[in-house]
């Protein structure tokens, strides 16, 4: 399965990488004052309207060709096995996704040391969404009818952004 994977996965990161790469020269503006990491992360839209979008996409497309060798996976492997190295699989994938994403914006804006406690809390629940996300990608190979299912992780990435973004903003205030 991971061989499978590996040629998707470096074409992902290539395309990836240089979408990243143009979203932080073109998009952030450090001509603005006091704009660093944690700012831009909770004030830009282009981190969820385009890069986070690609990795949905990313994870779907991951999602669709293990169902079209689903059958034979799991005469050879078994399920939980599959479930294990899918979700392994998964994780890695959220955390080069994560790793790429805020080294670029930490070199191009850098970081307010003040701020690295909710930069940490943010990560962690970053990662929480793309791991539910990666979650309901498994649900196109589970059902037959799984192709509807690419809605639910945007809906929840712009939830993500719009809504408990700017809840953690005014927690991070009080604290």
């Known amino acids: 399965m991971i061989k ?16 990243n790469i143009f979203c932080a020269i073109f998009l952030l503006s450090p001509k603005s004052p006091k704009i660093d990491l944690i700012s831009s992360l909770t004030s830009t839209n282009y981190i969820t309207l385009i890069l ?3 990795y949905i996409f990313y994870m779907f497309k991951k999602a669709k060709k293990v169902k079209s060798i ?8 078994g399920k939980k096995k599959l479930f294990c190295k899918y979700i392994l699989n998964g994780i890695v994938d959220i955390l ?3 790793f790429i994403t805020y080294l670029t914006i930490y070199l191009k804006l850098g970081i307010n040391i003040k701020l690295m406690n ?3 809390i943010f990560l962690f629940f970053n990662f929480i969404n793309f791991l539910i996300q990666e979650l309901f990608s498994m649900l196109i190979f589970l059902t037959k009818k799984g192709n509807k299912y690419i809605v639910i992780p945007v809906i929840m990435n712009l939830v993500f952004y719009y809504y408990f973004i700017p809840f953690l903003i005014k927690i991070m205030e009080v604290v």
């Open 4 to 19: 499978l994977l590996k040629k998707d996965r470096l074409q992902f990161l290539l395309i990836f990488i240089v979408t």
């Open 52 to 54: 986070n979008n690609i």
């Open 70 to 77: 689903y059958d034979k996976i799991i005469c050879r492997i």
């Open 96 to 98: 080069v996704f994560l």
């Open 118 to 120: 909710f930069f940490i």
